[in-house]
């Protein structure tokens, strides 16, 4: 087994300004290095930390909330498998060993890191009597059902499976049509019912979601969850579960592979100054400075209607300086709840929020960097924007920061709508053991889904360019890209492997719809810090001279958890770029359903080019399910190994079945936070 990490040791400082908070700082880190040798290290790491939170919040010291908020950074470490260290007073932190020749054992790591958090969840109160209500029985349609009647019994299904595999060859996929026969169905809204059970969708899906290894947790921005189900079974028993949800806005390895990097995009340019990219570049820039409101700039004297034709550095510096005072303004007086009223339905609403001082601060912005690029194109020359003008602006450093500028631009513009991010998808047992994981990420890029997607948001407004323009935004709701990453960097994944061939669903011969492997993703995030944690780091934040800088109001910026971790981080005198790391590399993957992805994605495209046609939805699913029956069921069934594990999974009391969520002693999870100064 190779260390692929150099243990690397890194000191913790934090600005504890009392004998008192330093000696029990040190105390603590010495627990937690013993707690790392018991034998049930995890509990007993657990323990330490909650004993040491609430000696802390009890304590009388002056730097008490410093104490809090470095001991918990230094315990949630230590659960993620940091090693510590203690010399006198003196701590350092290195992280865990990543086993790179050993793949068991690093998805082993990485398991019990992602179950610490989950764990933690299933025994709050709350979560477990939600559980329990799913198992209770109850009365539907004349019939006794809970969440159990949605599992498909294991006995039952391996004896299905057996009878098919006595068929010769060219019987076998009709003799399994019979066993499994799976079909998307979509969790439309809160209400929606199971029509076989009562239950609702959004709690089957839930209680299924539970039993995975990583936490649940819901996402900002878009969602769209969904279920495949069996109907070849009594009920229609879940297969698995899978969700969309709004994507990553930056991602290096996925950008990269569309062409959205700008040295990747000036290089094209470079080499291919058309005048096609010509006309993009203008139409961007028009369409940018047409959805900016600016009545109020108007009549506050910044900006006149001449500027937006020929604008000058007078009007820009105007406009920098009031995005600068307006941001200033919002970190001073913004609350959460004052940004929540803007959810009404009054026509006038995007107006109010565009004269908030976030939006106001933003807009100013934005339109001093469009002017200035407008600028900058008027000192080029005069007449037409050439394909020979592109190229000379691609030469100079103002005309690089222009088309880097306009790149950015209408990236944001698609890539919130038109790109979506794959983030829940997987079977339940018995499925799982049959590779129903792969069914599920085939149906995530079912033209049936792309059309879901597109009738939901038809007629949503976006939020941010919404309240920048000051109206209603709408953008066309084409779903042509997905991402996803695996659980685990190492090992074979459920996604390895994935093509459907475009012909057995409507589209051309010599074109697929596959998981392509994009990359690594770089293990950087808070995943790795509890709740409490990042609760204490925003407090420190709060108490801080300039006051918290992050409000977690939708507009602010993308990620606030990561921002308020790192200002806490910071505030501690901790190394962000270390700590931030959670060593948990995972494979980055893409499913492009469109030919020209870079060009309508850039929106020099006006129309997506869809490998198989949206509107074949309902037929396409049934013939992904027989793919995947052709091309992994079929060999699946022939492992007794595979058929006896999923017998194993039972329904008869108690029950013994993989689906059922781990049923965990109960602990209270409240808040550490809760007890006032």
């Known amino acids: ?226 279920m495949v189900r069996d109907k070849a079974a009594p009920l229609h ?29 000036l290089a094209h340019v470079r080499a291919n100054p058309s005048q096609r990219l010509a006309k993009w570049f203008v139409e961007t820039l028009d369409g940018a400075i047409s ?55 009054v026509e006038d609403k995007w107006v109010e929020r565009a004269r908030s001082h976030l939006f106001r601060s933003k807009r100013a912005l934005a339109l001093a960097s469009y002017l200035r690029i407008r600028a900058v194109l008027k000192e080029a020359g005069k007449g037409p924007f050439t394909a020979e003008r592109l190229e000379t602006l691609a030469g100079s450093p103002r005309g690089v920061d222009a088309i880097k500028k306009i790149l950015r631009k209408a990236k944001g513009d698609r ?11 997987g079977a339940v047992q018995p499925y799982n053991a049959i590779l129903g994981g792969k069914l599920v990420a085939m149906l995530a890029a079912s033209p049936e889904v792309a059309l879901e997607y597109r009738h939901r948001y038809s007629d949503a407004q976006s939020e941010i360019a919404s309240a920048m323009a000051g109206r209603p935004i709408r953008r066309a709701p084409h779903l042509v890209l997905l991402g996803t990453t695996s659980l685990y960097g190492v090992g074979s994944s459920q996604y390895n492997r994935i093509r459907v061939p475009c012909d057995r669903l409507g589209g051309a011969t010599d074109e697929n719809l596959r998981y392509k492997e994009l990359g690594h993703s770089e293990s950087f995030g808070t995943s790795q810090y509890a709740d409490d944690t990042v609760e204490a780091l925003t407090e420190l934040a709060q108490q801080s001279a300039n006051g918290s800088r992050v409000n977690s109001i939708f507009g602010e910026g993308v990620s606030p958890k990561l921002r308020k971790v790192r200002r806490g981080l910071e505030l501690l005198g901790l190394p962000a770029d270390v700590l931030l790391r959670h060593y948990r590399h995972r494979i980055v993957y893409g499913v492009s359903l469109i030919r020209n992805l870079r060009d309508y994605l850039l929106g020099l495209d006006p129309e997506p080019s869809y490998f ?66």
Not at 256 to 262: A, D, F, N, S, V
Not at 329 to 336: V, Y
Not at 637 to 664: C, F, K, M, N
């Open 1 to 226: 087994m190779t260390n692929t990490n150099r243990p690397v040791w890194t000191p913790l400082k934090p600005p504890l300004r009392s004998a008192a908070s330093r000696q029990s700082f040190a105390a603590h880190a010495r627990s937690l290095v013993r707690a790392q040798r018991a034998q049930d290290s995890g509990e007993a790491l657990s323990r330490k930390r909650t004993e040491f939170a609430k000696a802390a919040l009890a304590s009388g010291y002056i730097d008490k909330q410093v104490l809090l908020a470095v001991g918990l950074i230094l315990s949630d470490l230590a659960i993620q498998g940091w090693r510590i260290r203690v010399r006198s007073q003196s701590v350092a932190v290195c992280p865990p060993l990543i086993e790179s020749e050993n793949r068991g054992a690093e998805k082993a790591r990485i398991r019990r890191q992602e179950l610490v958090k989950r764990d933690a969840q299933l025994r709050q109160p709350s979560v477990q009597a939600f559980l329990r209500s799913m198992e209770r029985s109850r009365l539907f349609d004349h019939n006794f059902v809970s969440i159990f009647s949605l599992m498909r019994d294991g006995r039952e299904l391996a004896d299905k499976l057996r009878a098919a595999r006595l068929h010769p060859a060219n019987g076998r996929d009709v003799a399994l049509s019979g066993v499994v026969d799976p079909y998307i169905e979509f969790v439309k809204t809160e209400a929606s019912k199971c029509a076989h059970t009562g239950m609702r969708l959004m709690d089957i899906w839930r209680y299924f979601r539970h039993n995975w290894s990583n936490q649940y947790t819901s996402v900002p921005g878009r969602s769209m969850l969904f």
């Open 237 to 265: 028993p879940v297969i698995g579960i899978g969700a969309l949800c709004s994507p990553i806005m930056q991602l290096r390895e996925r950008d990269e592979w569309i062409g959205w990097q700008p040295e990747a995009f």
């Open 291 to 345: 959805e900016v409101y600016i009545d109020d700039f108007i009549e506050d004297g910044i900006l006149t209607a001449r500027d937006l034709t020929a604008p000058g550095e007078g009007a820009i510096g105007r406009l920098l300086a009031e995005g600068l005072e307006q941001r200033e303004s919002h970190h001073r007086f913004a609350r959460q709840r004052e940004h929540k009223r803007f959810h009404s339905n």
């Open 415 to 425: 890539v919130g709508i038109c790109v979506a991010d794959i983030s829940v998808c």
């Open 612 to 677: 198989v046609p949206v509107d074949a939805s309902a037929s396409a699913t049934a013939q992904i399910g027989a793919w995947w029956l052709e091309r992994w069921l079929r060999n699946r069934i022939e492992s007794d190994e595979v058929l006896a594990e999923v017998e194993r999974h039972t329904l008869i009391r108690p029950v013994q079945h993989g689906a059922r969520v781990p049923v965990l002693p109960e602990g209270n999870q409240a808040s550490l936070l809760s007890v006032s100064e």
